[in-house]
Every structure is written in structure tokens, then in C-alpha cells.
């Protein structure tokens, strides 16, 4: 059973940097794409940012293009989302999630197994 563990989450101003992370289990972290998922109260849950198993793909989502950055250690089976100038519309619960493939992908079904979330809340 796979387990990935969210960490990092907290209330930054406007205009300030945060690093998430997830910390996965298992010994097979790194033949998988990772993603980072999104959900605001009263939204649905969208994509944010994937990776490939090795770190040498990557894509954003528009809204955060420019200003996050995701990056993976294989070493240490963990993810991280590097998220500069934050704006309050980038306030939600941040999920990892493990892809079903080694490839990137910007679906949530793409995805089987996720973490339970951190909180990021961006103050005006």
C-alpha cells in the first residue's frame, strides 16, 4: 500500500513563497509521475503541476505557470512544490497524488493513490 504524507502547508501574505511537500512510502516511488492537485472551498479539485518518474518532464497549469515550480528527489521518495509569488486565489488544500504511469498527465484519473492535503492559505 502506498501512503503520501503532505507537509509544508500554511498562511503566507501576498506575494510570498512556500514550499509544500509529500513524502511517499514503498519502494517504487520513483518509476511513477507525481502531480499536485488543488481544491478551494465550493471548487472542484484541479490540476496544479506534474512530474515524470525521472524529473525530466514537467507541466503546469496556466494559472500557476511562471511562479511554482515541482521538483521530486528520488532519493529520499518525496515531492515538492516550490510556490512563489502566491496570490489569495491560490488559497486551497494542496494534494499530491501518485500517477498511474511514469508519465506525466493532468487528469485526475490519471491518478491512484492520493495524500489527504495541506493547507495553504494566501492573505491579501
Known amino acids: 500500500q502506498v501512503q503520501l504524507v503532505e507537509s509544508g502547508g500554511d498562511l503566507v501574505q501576498a506575494g510570498g513563497s512556500l514550499r509544500i511537500s509529500c513524502a511517499a512510502s514503498g519502494r517504487t516511488f520513483s518509476s511513477y509521475a507525481m502531480g499536485w492537485f488543488r481544491q478551494a472551498p465550493g471548487k472542484e479539485r484541479e490540476f496544479v503541476a506534474t512530474i515524470s518518474w525521472d524529473g525530466g518532464w514537467t507541466n503546469y497549469a496556466d494559472s500557476v505557470k511562471g511562479r511554482f515550480t515541482i521538483s521530486r528527489d528520488n532519493a529520499k521518495n518525496t515531492v515538492y512544490l516550490q510556490m512563489n509569488s502566491l496570490k489569495p486565489e491560490d488559497t486551497a488544500v494542496y494534494y499530491c497524488?501518485?500517477?498511474?504511469?511514469?508519465?506525466?498527465?493532468?487528469?485526475?484519473?490519471?491518478?491512484?493513490?492520493w495524500g489527504q492535503g495541506t493547507q495553504v492559505t494566501v492573505s491579501s
Open positions: 497524488a501518485r500517477g498511474r504511469t511514469g508519465y506525466t498527465a493532468i487528469a485526475t484519473g490519471a491518478y491512484d493513490y
